[in-house]
Structures are given as structure tokens and as C-alpha cells.
């Protein structure tokens, strides 16, 4: 068994799947997966949970398939969360200077940080994250750390992510209905950044689309912090109902067609090709046409990109995108995903597969488990810092009983 203060487990409860993952930061701070658990996911629509029941299941069956996996209990995770009431947007906050010698300290920063957080946002919604960009002293920008600088007024530059508190409780009301702690709430797309972003990537200025089953989230990265983020409420079952709807077959057969011949490109080579779908289900067999299939399936798939790239286009974040486009979720092993995204977005696009974790990996080194191996990531930032904020807490009141010990 394992110290259960070493271990972090992510909880992604998304529209197709339930995913948990158990990973332990050991004393050096290395992060090492121990244990995987995925369920079907019955009771979620569109990133948000429609069946409590059925969801508490779900995610029962996830978390005790990654506790046998690991040995190791499970007491809380860090819980990843989305749907169209998700929101991120820019702020700024203001603080003077007040000390005589006008040094900042720690405390301005707090304060700056503070007022960076007091936002207007809608009575109901809850603020996810506040995400550090970069602080201006006395006008002079892009400072990473103001402390120890002199001036009069310090800026603080934030991205605010926030949600609607009472569709954010629903999942973690069901999770802690199982007897787990929710250490933390994190929005999926963030975590899918952190997952599949190099830091190289991260500087560069990088989009990062997951492709879920009921969602679609995008973040964009630039000089090393979050610059815009967002949710549509479109994703992988849209082209599927859309198949199923276009083609007259029914849902779990438009499912299967999308996986075993769809594509997100229209090849000349379709023209006029054909195939048989055999008979099942009372079903007669049927000839659906290859072209129309995957033409069915470029339309949706290139309204997504079209409303993401109107949306980085008003807020200007096209403008940092040196590094080009990340894919990643399920959506991402659709043939030819990589094209379409590149046309759209007339910049080069890859597919992201999660790295820079330990243990077993080989089976989460897939684009679709970007979110679940993001939230450890997530978590294991979040349990270092802890650790070290906890040894200067020891070695300052070691200084101080040393101190008193003379005196």
C-alpha cells in the first residue's frame, strides 16, 4: 500500500466516459501513474450530468477498478469540470504601493492578486481559477515576480475562468455522495493543456482543442500562460446524431461508422463509392454512400473549428498562435482531423498525446485521456507547492525557536 498523503488521483466524468487515475508524487516530486479505472458514462450530456444515479455508479466502478490497479485507496480527487456555462475571460487588478521605502512585498502581490479576482461576474456563477499572466510596476510589463522591485503602483493581469456554482456543486455533491474529498475543481480544458503543451509550446503561443464526446474546449497558451479559454457545446455525438439523421440508420450504427469509415477530409476518391451495411436488428441491409458520409461529417466538424477561430479571431488571441494547433480528446482519432484543423485555422495542427508522467503509461499515451492525465498533473502541481510552503513554514519556526533558544 501506499502513503495516501503521496497520492493524487484525477476524475474526469465526461459525456462518453468515466476515467480515474491514481498517480504518486514520491518525495522527490516525481509523478508516477499506479493505477487506471474507466466506466461508461450513462449519466452525462454535454459535459454536465443529467442522471446522478447512474453517474455515481459510473464513477464508483472507475475509482474502484483504479484502486485495485494501484493498491491504494482513494480519498479525494481533483475533479475535472466543463459545460457551456463555463466561461474564461481577461482582467486586470490595481494596487499603490503604500511602504515608506516602496518595496513590494508578498503582501502587494496578495492584494494585487485580490483585486484582480474582485470581477463582475453573473450573482450565480463561481470562480474556478484565477491564472497568474504577468504584473506591470509603474507601467513596465511583463514581470513574472514583482517582489523586491520599488514603485508606486503595481498591475496584475489575470484570466478568470468561471462557471454557474449550482451546475459545478451537481458534480461535486455526487462525488462527495462516495465518500470522497473534491480537493480541487479544474476546468477540463485547462487540464488537457497542461497534458499534451510542451513548455516550448506553451511559449510559443499554442491552441489546444479537445475533442470530447458532448463538449468541445479550447485553450490558448502564450509566453508561458493561459491566454484565452473557452467551451462550445458541440462534440462527437453532434456528428454522430448528425450521421445517424443523414444517412436514416440508427444511432449506435452511425456511431460505428463514424469510428470505422468516417473522416474529416473529402477525398476525390469517394466519388461515387458505395458500400453495404449488412442487416441487423430487424434492420434490412443497407448501400450508404461513402462521400455523402464524410461530407456529413466535415460539416460539423468544420462549424467547430469555424465558431473557435470566430471566437479567437474577436478576442485577437489568433494573434499569438506561433506555435500552431493541438488536438486531442476522442474526437482527435477521426482520420484526417489534422488537415481540416490546418485548413480552417491556416496554421499547422498536431495531435497531442499526454506526457512528462511516469508509471504506467503506455495506456493512457493516447489523445483521449489528455483531461484525466491533465488533472494529475494538476493536482501534483497543487501537492508541491503545498510541501513547500508546509518546509518554510518548519524552517521559519525552527529559525524562530533557535532565535528565542539565544535570547
Known amino acids: 500500500m501506499f502513503d495516501s498523503n503521496s497520492i493524487v488521483v484525477g476524475l474526469e466524468v465526461g459525456t462518453s466516459k468515466v476515467c480515474a487515475v491514481v498517480s504518486e508524487l514520491n518525495e522527490s516530486g516525481v509523478l508516477g501513474v499506479i493505477g487506471i479505472g474507466q466506466s461508461p458514462s450513462r449519466g452525462v450530456r454535454k459535459g454536465e450530468i443529467v442522471d446522478s444515479t447512474l453517474t455515481s455508479e459510473d464513477i464508483r466502478n472507475a475509482i474502484v477498478d483504479a484502486e485495485k490497479m494501484a493498491d491504494a485507496e482513494v480519498r479525494s480527487v481533483f475533479l475535472g469540470v466543463s459545460g457551456a456555462h463555463v466561461h474564461g475571460f481577461n482582467n486586470r487588478g490595481v494596487h499603490p504601493v503604500v511602504s515608506a521605502d ?63 456554482f449550482n451546475r459545478l456543486q451537481n458534480a461535486v455533491r455526487v462525488v462527495k455522495g462516495l465518500q470522497l474529498e473534491v480537493e480541487e475543481v479544474v476546468f477540463t480544458g485547462l487540464a488537457s493543456a497542461l497534458a499534451v503543451l510542451s513548455s516550448e509550446q506553451k511559449e510559443l503561443g499554442t491552441l489546444v482543442i479537445d475533442l470530447g464526446a458532448g463538449t468541445t474546449e479550447y485553450v490558448v497558451y502564450a509566453d ?131 506526457g512528462a508522467v511516469g508509471g504506467i503509461t503506455d495506456a493512457l499515451e493516447k489523445a483521449e485521456f489528455a483531461t484525466a492525465i491533465g488533472l494529475v498533473k494538476f493536482g501534483a502541481f497543487q501537492h508541491r507547492k503545498s510541501r513547500l510552503n508546509q518546509t518554510r513554514r518548519r524552517s521559519w519556526k525552527s529559525s524562530l525557536s533557535q532565535l528565542f533558544r539565544r535570547a
Request: hydrophobic content about 40%.
Open 224 to 354: 508561458g500562460v493561459v491566454r484565452y479559454s473557452g467551451v462550445l457545446a458541440i462534440g462527437g455525438d453532434h456528428v454522430s446524431n448528425d450521421l445517424a439523421y443523414g444517412l436514416k440508420v440508427p444511432l449506435g450504427r452511425a456511431e460505428q461508422l463514424k469510428i470505422s469509415r468516417g473522416s474529416a477530409v473529402v477525398e476525390d476518391s469517394l466519388k461515387g463509392q458505395t458500400f453495404n451495411l449488412p442487416s441487423g436488428h430487424g434492420l434490412p441491409e443497407k448501400v450508404i454512400n461513402s462521400e455523402h458520409l464524410c461530407r456529413i461529417m466535415v460539416m460539423r466538424l468544420e462549424e467547430t473549428f469555424e465558431l473557435i477561430h470566430q471566437d479567437l479571431n474577436r478576442s485577437d488571441a489568433m494573434e499569438y498562435l506561433r506555435g500552431g494547433v493541438v488536438l486531442c480528446g476522442g474526437g482527435s482519432n477521426v482520420p484526417e482531423i489534422q488537415r481540416l484543423a490546418s485548413r480552417v485555422f491556416q496554421l499547422r495542427a498536431t495531435i497531442g498525446i499526454p
Open 102 to 164: 516602496r518595496e513590494i512585498g508578498e503582501e502587494d502581490v496578495k492584494d494585487v492578486l485580490k483585486n484582480a479576482k474582485t470581477i463582475n461576474i453573473p450573482s450565480e456563477n463561481h470562480v474556478i481559477h484565477v491564472i497568474r499572466q504577468h504584473f506591470s510596476v509603474d507601467g513596465q510589463g511583463g514581470i513574472q515576480n514583482p517582489v523586491g522591485m520599488l514603485g508606486a503602483r503595481l498591475d496584475a493581469a489575470v484570466h478568470v475562468v468561471h462557471g454557474n
